[in-house]
């Protein structure tokens, strides 16, 4: 094998790391790649190298931006007194698609987890506390996916903040087991609408 | 939105492009490399525009790799005589990685088809001949998919070849309607010991 065959069967490698890839659909993705350089890999090596070079997590809520605060969190527009509790990005994504909540988000990075050994501290849960507590928070709204570990969270959440703000969770529209992203936007939409206290 | 989001969004566009990914698995998929974009992500965008920059069509079989010939082609070791005809490049990897066949490969880059108007000018046919007639080939092995193109374009280039060298095509173990990329090694390599006179 040439250094050619090398670095193809190491581009190989690294595609089949990523989700929903195996070895098999890594080599079709590398072929057409290959066969489409100038139209779709080179700028896709582009656009990969720079979101690598520039992406950064918000230091406030966890989303994924440039700076060191998101856009979300930067924006005027968006109210400040109700945030959205998510388990991670792409949840709040979803959020962002269904385009109907107007406040601002808190990632937590994940759920508690006896099992994983995941408690508060793992989590973004005493950033949350303190942004509750500083920036004048009047609802919390629990978007966890409806999973035993999401549940179970949302609880632990709604405990401490119980008495500093009013704690709601998205209800009507998600199923049980159900993940959020997997969910359409007016499914997310009746939810949010139907929320109830928690 | 700030920059930043637009370079994600342009990113997961161009993910979604790959054959295999959806809108929604480009997002997983570049939430993940955000994730990890030091261990993975980086080292994926340099791997991609090395290969951008480097792969090309060995201009004798049509394998990909670095150099005008490729590997395979340029190797001492692998028989002049034989020349096995693989539909694209994936099926010549299927084949390497049985690692049963010594020989040399010609990759035509499809298959004829009257549908596509896609003629023998169309494909590396013309190459073939000449390459067969040029380099003392005593047999070409079709080892082109099972399908009704595949086979109509097998048909055709035992034609042509009929009285310049034997012709004889990977036999038992390929499943009707089947692809050869899809095969085991095993079942290649009982295809190939199996070839019959075409
Ligand atoms: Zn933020
Ligand atoms: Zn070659």
Same mark, same amino acid.
């Given at each position: 094998?040439?250094?050619?065959?090398?670095?193809?069967?190491?581009?190989?490698?690294?595609?089949?790391?990523?989700?929903?890839?195996?070895?098999?659909?890594?080599?079709?993705?590398?072929?057409?790649?290959?066969?489409?350089?100038?139209?779709?890999?080179?700028?896709?090596?582009?656009?990969?190298?720079?979101?690598?070079?520039?992406?950064?997590?918000?230091?406030?809520?966890?989303?994924?931006?440039?700076?060191?605060?998101?856009?979300?969190?930067?924006?005027?527009?968006?109210?400040?007194?109700?945030?959205?509790?998510?388990?991670?990005?792409?949840?709040?994504?979803?959020?962002?698609?269904?385009?109907?909540?107007?406040?601002?988000?808190?990632?937590?990075?994940?759920?508690?987890?006896?099992?994983?050994?995941?408690?508060?501290?793992?989590?973004?849960?005493?950033?949350?506390?303190?942004?509750?507590?500083?920036?004048?928070?009047?609802? /919390?709204?629990?978007? *966890?996916?409806?999973?035993? !570990? =999401?549940?179970? $969270? #949302?609880?632990?959440? &709604?405990?401490?903040?119980?008495?500093?703000?009013?704690?709601?969770?998205?209800?009507?529209?998600?199923? /049980?087991?159900?993940? *959020?992203?997997?969910?359409? !936007? =007016?499914?997310? $939409? #009746?939810?949010?609408? &139907?929320?109830?206290?928690?």
């Amino acid at each position: 094998m040439d250094a050619g065959r090398k670095d193809i069967d190491a581009l190989i490698d690294l595609m089949a790391k990523l989700p929903g890839l195996g070895p098999r659909s890594a080599r079709r993705a590398v072929l057409h790649l290959i066969k489409k350089r100038e139209r779709l890999m080179s700028p896709l090596a582009d656009a990969m190298k720079s979101v690598a070079e520039n992406a950064r997590e918000c230091v406030k809520c966890g989303n994924i931006g440039t700076g060191t605060i998101c856009d979300i969190c930067a924006s005027e527009k968006r109210a400040t007194g109700e945030i959205c509790i998510v388990e991670d990005v792409a949840d709040l994504w979803a959020m962002e698609r269904a385009a109907v909540f107007r406040g601002r988000y808190h990632v937590l990075g994940g759920t508690l987890s006896a099992l994983d050994a995941i408690g508060p501290e793992e989590l973004r849960i005493p950033l949350l506390i303190s942004r509750v507590r500083d920036e004048g928070v009047t609802e /919390i709204i629990l978007a *966890l996916n409806a999973t035993i !570990d =999401g549940q179970t $969270t #949302a609880h632990y959440i &709604a405990d401490e903040l119980a008495g500093a703000c009013t704690v709601t969770s998205l209800a009507q529209g998600v199923p /049980i087991g159900g993940e *959020l992203d997997y969910l359409d !936007d =007016g499914t997310i $939409t #009746a939810a949010l609408n &139907a929320r109830k206290g928690f």
